[in-house]
């Protein structure tokens, strides 16, 4: 089993419409969690952290956390053809963070 | 402006041929990392480094070397690079040492090609 699980994609949402993208990790241990976006040939850049069970909100972004589940979700709302990229979630482990392999957002306008 | 850079951002080299992609910060930050990402599997970690002198083994550290000798600086060594170093490399760094905090910052990317 993988430590980070997320669906590859793509996830195809119109503009406008809210994109929901879903993570899985193994370690029950886990405390912090982030979703980073990366367009292609770009590097990754922190979008969203979360630590607590709940929901965080930063503007048209939401994170949710269920550490009973060990789901980590990310919702866009009003999804711009500018969302378009990859979305990678990450966990915070010993000393590293571990990515999933991401999920490619296409948001056709 | 505080940054990650990294040197050079493409390189396609033969094997064999050592190899050095260099990685700098102006933050003053404790924790820095290396990934290579690959299609189909992500970021995966190939070293990293909690403060000056002390690194460690990530997931992936076959064919590959560090050092820290300078809190700003932590080049990968590649002595003697093969086709499946072929990869997109990222240097990354955080500001305490001990922990990964939430704010990791990447630099550019490194474009490296193994004939």
């Known amino acids: 089993q993988k430590e980070v699980e997320q669906n590859s994609g793509p996830l195809s949402v119109p503009e406008g419409a809210i994109a929901s993208l879903n993570c899985t990790y193994s370690d029950r241990g886990s405390q912090s969690f982030f979703w980073y976006r990366q367009y292609s040939g770009k590097s990754p850049e922190l979008i969203m952290s979360i630590y607590s069970n709940g929901d965080k909100e930063d503007g048209r972004f939401t994170a949710q956390l269920n550490k009973a589940s060990q789901y980590v979700s990310l919702l866009i709302r009003d999804s711009q053809p500018s969302d378009s990229a990859t979305y990678l979630c990450a966990v915070l482990g010993f000393q590293k963070l571990v990515f999933g392999t991401g999920t490619r957002l296409l948001v056709s306008p | 402006e505080a940054q990650v850079t990294q040197n050079p951002r493409y390189l396609i080299t033969v094997t064999g041929k050592k190899l050095t992609v260099t990685c700098s910060q102006n933050m003053n930050h404790e924790y820095m990392s290396w990934y290579r990402q690959d299609p189909g599997l992500g970021l995966r970690q190939i070293y990293y480094s909690m403060n000056v002198e002390v690194t460690d083994k990530g997931d992936v550290p076959e064919g590959y070397k560090v050092s820290r000798k300078e809190k700003r600086n932590f080049p990968l060594i590649l002595e003697s690079p093969s086709p499946n170093q072929t990869s997109l490399y990222f240097c990354?760094?955080?500001?305490?040492?001990?922990?990964?905090?939430?704010?990791?910052?990447f630099g550019p990317g490194t474009r490296l090609t193994v004939l």
């Open positions: 990354a760094s955080s500001p305490q040492s001990g922990l990964v905090t939430d704010t990791q910052y």
